[in-house]
């Protein structure tokens, strides 16, 4: 590439305003300026050691950004997404089979593990099953769909499991008002104790074990909504449905607010659901 600054500066100063070794030491300068990689105000822009042209790093960037996005409809993901709506349907059709239904502790413990399984798999649709610890992950979703239901003794005040699946009003932690609240309470504790991002979706996993366990709950009850009441039970088909695409919701979220950019550094790839 021409030196256009180091030979309009040989111009300007050809009347020997500066001495010949100033002069000398600019066009040295300014060679080095047009030929650094750096030239340009887009970081990384510039010819790699082979002569190609390297890819601005904010486009990198950009780039990485979009096709995580972009893999939240995969087919696999999809595919998955199907899977659970299906899921669904079989586990609601075997509770109401008569070997189930007429047993107490077999039906609760069935819809208990429904719940669970419904957020273990919601939230491998969300990040993936890579690595070990992604699995950790996927296990600790089920554990929170499914201790919610504890909150049935709590408010019998007893371990009776007839107390507790009769109560005359919902227990606390089915009011599908407190999701957003825990959710928001929750990452600004966490930004206030400046938690490391190995922590940073706990409050998208959360939000992912209440809203699947509310919904499916929602199918008999209706939504509990502080301090309006309750909704209309919900719809069957609208619960599936609500079920299978709320992963891909809570995927695009945690993109619009910057927490996958945070996941994918963590895993150390772009994130494929």
């Known amino acids: 590439m021409p030196c256009y600054g180091s030979a309009l500066i040989l111009q300007i100063y050809s009347d020997d305003r500066l001495p010949p070794n100033h002069l000398l030491d600019m066009q040295g300068f300014y060679s080095k300026l047009n030929s650094s990689p750096s030239s340009s105000p887009l970081l990384g822009v510039g010819l790699r050691a082979d002569g190609a042209a390297r890819v601005p790093l904010s486009l990198a960037v950009e780039a990485e950004k979009a096709q995580a996005l972009l893999q939240t409809f995969s087919s696999a ?10 899921f669904c349907v079989l586990a609601d059709h075997a509770l ?5 239904h007429q047993h107490l502790w077999l039906r609760a413990a069935l819809d208990n593990a429904t719940h669970g399984l419904v957020g273990l798999w919601s939230w491998a649709v969300v990040i993936g099953l890579r690595k070990k610890s ?3 992950e996927v296990l600790l979703a089920g554990l929170l769909a499914s201790i919610i239901d504890l909150d049935h003794f709590y408010m019998a005040g007893s371990l009776s499991l007839k107390a507790a699946v009769s109560l005359p009003q919902r227990p606390p932690l089915h009011c599908s008002s407190l999701i957003p609240v825990v959710c928001l309470s929750l990452r600004f504790l966490m930004w206030i104790g400046r938690l490391k991002d190995a922590w940073c979706s706990l409050p998208w996993m959360l939000f992912i ?11 008999r009850h209706g939504l509990w909504l502080c301090p309006f009441g309750n909704t209309a039970p919900v719809p069957y088909w609208l619960y599936v449905s609500t079920t299978a695409t709320l992963p891909h919701l809570c995927s695009v979220l ?5 927490t996958r950019d945070v996941i994918s550094t963590k895993h150390g790839v772009a994130i494929d659901v």
Do not use: C, E, N, W
């Not at 993901?77 to 299906?86: F, T, V």
């Not at 074990?209 to 199918?219: A, K």
């Not at 945690?254 to 910057?258: A, H, P």
């Open 77 to 86: 993901s999809l595919l998955a997404s199907a899977g659970l709506g299906a």
């Open 96 to 100: 109401q089979l008569p070997a189930v």
């Open 134 to 136: 992604d699995l950790y």
């Open 209 to 219: 074990s209440m809203t699947t366990h509310h919904v499916r709950d929602g199918v």
């Open 254 to 258: 945690m993109y619009l607010t910057g």
